[in-house]
């Protein structure tokens, strides 16, 4: 707990990006938003890919979603079957708050939007994200061109955070670092949400989502690396750094 108080105190902002950042959600999450009706998912891309961490494509990962929600609604019926769904989607969440470092990930969500689509969710990104194609702060001089700051990476992380706790249920990867920070914050009580709670793509009951770190030593994983199969679902592409930043 002392741990997570820390976490808390040095990640403060000032009175300038306290207003900025409140600037930023209130542009971001319409007025009926619920965040009861909400999953969060951050995805950590790019240079955590096929070096200390598997990944999944962008279907991958709304297909885990879309699975998270089918099981809790299938929960909350089941104890609640004559209380009404507060949502029109036919399940418990109608939501994905999404952020990454990636571009690429950000505009893969635009094929899942519009009116021809199917997908039974809506995407709430952060519109104002440098997405700096990294987990490293320390690289910021790599978009000194696009006149992006090492504040402004910092900046971009607290209001990834700030998103995040938005939502009612989390889904995280324990091989990042970042996410691994989350639960001091959304398991605590300190989300919008009432009783939010992270929820572990390696502990998935779908095999192939079960993604593995570098240092993961399960037999799951040893034999994927031993096969050659360590992050074979994963194709990077051009799943590196901002797509306007021309070096």
Known sequence: MLEDAAQMYLLRLNE???????????????????????????????????????????????TYAHTIAKRDTQRYLSKNDTAPLKTTNGLIYDTIVLTSESAMILEARKSYEGPNTTFPFRFIVNENDVLQGTGDPGSYHK???LNVTADDIMFSTITSIAFQMMSKVVLGNHCSNFHRMMPGFVNRGCGAAHDGAMEWIQQS???????????????????????????????????????NLKI
């Open 143 to 145: 978009m000194l061109a």
């Open 205 to 243: 009951d779908i095999p192939e989502f079960r993604i593995c770190c570098a240092w993961t030593s399960s037999e799951e994983c040893n034999s994927r690396r031993q096969s050659g199969k360590f992050g074979a679902n994963f194709q990077r592409g051009q799943d590196v750094g901002n797509p």
């Open 16 to 62: 300038e990006y306290k207003s900025k950042l409140k600037t930023i959600l209130n542009a971001a999450f319409p007025t009926d938003f619920n965040p009861d009706s909400s999953i969060g998912l951050p995805i950590r891309s790019t240079d955590k890919c096929l070096q200390e961490s598997e990944c999944l494509s962008f279907e991958n990962y709304t």
